[in-house]
């Protein structure tokens, strides 16, 4: 006989089943066995929710970079997974810029075996668009799906050409797969290593245009037109690439979006200040001006944004710790990003809890189509409960990721993660909120 749990008196937010109300959630073994007012115990072990708490659906972050295999010392599928559970992600779906890359079903096999064996967060993996990322020759699609890939990218980099990418979304569309897009176009990046403005010039660094991410994805949102295929863009950040997909979608295009916590929140000001140069404000694409960063905003508030997605792309220490021109791209942002959007888009009214949840849980589940995003009988027991009044202050020091490299140091939130529960087991809970599992 399975074990019942019963999670009694929280606020129950689950858009998907048009529920925003206090309710019970009786948990059978893995699965949602039932949600209901004043569900009888029946012998489960009964866990009362502190008042305050929002019980939903499992968070799903659709960006990830696992690193796994080939840069352990950044990151691994095992260090990755503590890191979302404790972030309130219940599932994370991980890029294939690994060295080797992913590519091929024995790449895919061993992420996924990792993350059985680490058994927090379900893992998706992501599969290259081009072998080896070349942008040559198209990666066996048809084999990235038989061993588990839930969409492809060549993510670090843009489709390398436009023939390239119809292909992928001819492909793709076969098998009810999107093609996700890092837009960027090479020749206007060139060497580039923030966002092309003052700023940027005051510093003495080489600008990327944003016009050089909205150009991809025109290119593609055309591409996805005539092909029926789905094309996502991946970590919006210019308002010219907002622009294009809200012309998309009015023209009924399969394209749906993405944006990072640092683009709807950061402006490349703190490029320059309070310290020059720190490379943790070094990301792709960059912090942009306060133009867009509110264009950004607005597409979340006016829906045009399906996604909140982090762009987790964790750095060992020692890479970043050098000139600005020569440390990699990317922040880490797993365990940072409840708390960034809880305080920046729902404590100040901007969106309800209830968008937050599409925007992180319903939408990701629905683009990659796999399970989640709603509290069903028979659904996986994957819950996340927030703490919406929480006081959080970020302290890389006390991060769980294998990488510290994050801007939000020192900065303080209101909102946080109570607890994450993965297929009925609780796989992370914070004490600080009273919670117990």
Not at 117 to 126: F, H, K, N
Not at 379 to 406: E, F, G, M, Y
């Amino acid at each position: 006989m399975t074990q019942q749990r019963l999670l009694k008196g929280g606020r129950v937010v689950d858009p998907a089943n048009g529920r925003d109300g206090v309710f019970d959630v009786l948990i059978d073994g893995d699965r949602i066995a039932e949600v209901g007012s004043n569900l009888p115990a029946d012998g489960a072990e009964i866990i009362d929710v502190p008042a305050g708490l929002i019980v939903c659906p499992g968070l799903i972050d659709m960006h990830v970079h696992l690193r796994e295999p080939g840069q352990e010392h950044k990151e691994t599928v095992a260090t990755g997974v503590a890191a979302a559970v404790a972030g309130g992600f219940t599932a994370v779906a991980c890029m294939p810029n690994t060295r080797p890359v992913n590519d091929n079903a024995g790449v895919t096999q061993l992420i996924l075996q990792k993350a059985r064996e680490a058994g927090l967060a379900r893992v998706y993996p992501i599969g290259a668009v081009s072998r080896g990322q070349q942008g040559e020759e198209l990666a066996d699609i048809a084999e990235l799906r038989a061993a588990g890939c839930v969409a492809v990218t060549d993510d670090g980099l843009p489709v390398a050409t436009a023939i390239l990418a119809r292909r992928a979304l001819e492909y793709t569309s076969m098998f009810n797969m999107p093609l996700i897009e890092h837009c960027e176009d090479q020749t206007l990046k060139g060497d580039g290593v923030a966002h092309e403005g003052p700023v940027a010039a005051s510093l003495g660094l080489r600008g990327i245009p944003g016009v050089a991410e909205a150009i991809t994805a025109g290119r593609d949102i055309l591409l996805a037109e005539m092909t029926g295929g789905h094309v996502h863009i991946a970590h919006m950040s210019a308002w010219t690439t907002i622009e294009a997909v809200r012309q998309g979608k009015s023209r009924g295009v399969n394209v749906t979006c993405e944006v990072c916590p640092h683009h709807f929140t950061l402006t490349d000001d703190l490029l320059a200040a309070p310290v020059a140069y720190d490379t943790n404000t070094k990301m792709n694409p960059p912090l942009r001006e306060a133009r867009d960063r509110d264009a950004m905003i607005a597409g979340i508030v006016d829906g045009t944004v399906d996604v909140i997605a982090t762009d987790h792309a964790p750095h060992h220490y020692d890479e970043k710790n050098v000139e600005f021109d020569r440390a990699p791209f990317g922040i880490v942002g797993l365990e940072t990003a409840v708390s960034i959007t809880l305080d920046t888009l729902v404590r100040t009214g901007l969106i309800t809890v209830s968008r937050m949840v599409e925007l992180m849980s319903v939408n990701p589940a629905r683009i990659l189509r796999v399970a989640g995003g709603r509290l069903s009988p028979g659904d996986p027991a994957d819950i996340t409960i927030l703490a919406p009044h929480l006081q959080v202050t970020i302290d890389k020091t006390k991060s769980i990721s294998k990488s510290k490299n994050t801007p939000y140091h020192g900065w303080s939130f209101r909102g946080g993660v109570a607890a994450t529960m993965v297929g009925g087991k609780t796989v992370y809970t914070n004490p600080a909120t009273g919670m117990r599992l």
